[in-house]
């Protein structure tokens, strides 16, 4: 399948999941994720609705299995148990790992509030050095944990009435509690728990499955990876994190575009005197995502792996002075989360081997004004 792409025109839409029957119902206070569908009617209402106007997924599911990335997940961890999602048609949002920040980014010594997938959740570390993740809200006044602390123990502490969950979720401590009788035993009682997600940290990065219910699940998966070339002493790279106030559909079918390269990074990673048409020929496709590249130069390759990592590599020849011929390389690789209605968390990680002195070294580093 070819495919001209002028802006978004591959059509992207056709590979993006489709909603619909996405909430894991054994869920407590199952997430509705109708705000991807709002945000798509706030556009225009000439637009097609977002649900309906994608395909099925079940229509590509016949093709390819997904191609194996050099340092990335393979095709085999993709396609495993995966088959309910395949079988069905139909995309559960809940059911894979979503990249929610750096961990450099984070501050150990406080609660941090994030949204994912319209649900407001806390994250903080807890005595043993490891990264959590709550509903950020406490089960007595549904005050926001976020806005607490790390008590002396390292536990989280609602800054309402001074509940102290431990890493687990359970309630460690209830101040106002008597030491005897039934008020001693409300500590010890489910409804007095926080609601805990499991994680996971990969490369930097804090990954987030946004079930309660799924830690058996997320168990069994690992989240995405980034290639080799981010290990390769080659390589120098660089990552940027920040929120943008626009839908994560629309991101992706920003991300997924080459052709923009050309204008809008013009003497970065293209020049505007040399845009032309690209065909982009998909290779493989299916419900995780698709893959493919164009057959000119630069040789761009892709692929996106549902719901939210898109994978750039542009390959470059060149004929140096003393050097003679290279093929210089740059890695674009792209976590989009979506967090709320028009607003999603970006977290680009690139690479190149050429130029290499020239990128922003570690932050600890770099200058601040």
């Not at 290990?231 to 992706?252: A, C, E, H, K």
Request: hydrophobic share 35%; with cysteine.
């Amino acid at each position: 399948m070819d495919a001209l792409i002028h802006g978004t025109s591959i059509g992207f839409s056709t590979f993006l999941p489709k909603i619909g029957g996405h909430c894991n119902n054994k869920s407590k206070g199952a997430c509705n994720f109708s705000f991807l569908k709002a945000k798509e009617q706030s556009i225009g209402r000439g637009r097609k609705n977002f649900a309906t106007r994608r395909r099925d997924l079940h229509v590509v599911s016949a093709t390819v299995a997904p191609p194996t990335i050099p340092g990335s997940s393979s095709a085999e961890e993709f396609d495993k148990g995966r088959e309910a999602e395949e079988e069905s048609g139909k995309f559960i949002w809940t059911d894979h790992w979503y990249p929610v920040s750096l961990i450099e980014d984070l501050d150990p010594k406080i609660p941090t509030p994030f949204q994912l997938l319209g649900r407001e959740i806390v994250l903080w570390q807890d005595a043993e050095g490891n990264w959590k993740a709550f509903e950020d809200k406490c089960p007595h006044r549904l005050a926001p944990l976020s806005e607490g602390r790390l008590d002396e123990n390292g536990w989280l502490q609602c800054s309402y009435h001074g509940w102290s969950f431990k890493a687990d979720g359970s309630c460690a401590r209830i101040p106002q509690a008597a030491s005897e009788g039934p008020e001693a035993r409300a500590v010890r009682s489910p409804r007095a728990c926080a609601v805990s997600f499991p994680t996971t940290v990969s490369q930097g990065l804090l990954f987030v499955w946004p079930d309660e219910n799924g830690r058996d699940r997320a168990s069994k998966f690992k989240p995405p990876l980034l290639p080799d070339a981010f290990n390769d002493p080659r390589f120098s790279t660089v990552t940027i994190q920040r929120d943008l106030f626009y839908g994560y559909d629309t991101l992706m079918e920003n991300v997924s575009d080459p052709s923009h390269i050309d204008f809008a990074h013009h003497k970065v990673t293209g020049r505007r005197d040399r845009a032309k048409p690209l065909t982009f020929k998909v290779d493989s496709s299916g419900p995780w995502g698709f893959s493919g590249s164009n057959s000119e130069t630069p040789i761009i390759s892709a692929s996106f792996i549902a719901p939210c990592y898109y994978i750039n590599k542009i390959e470059i020849p060149v004929k140096l002075p003393l050097l003679g011929e290279q093929t210089w390389e740059i890695w674009i690789c792209s976590f989009n989360t979506p967090m709320l209605p028009g607003k999603t968390r970006s977290i680009v990680c690139s690479a190149r081997n050429f130029f290499r002195f020239t990128m922003p070294g570690p932050a600890w580093w770099q200058v601040r004004i």
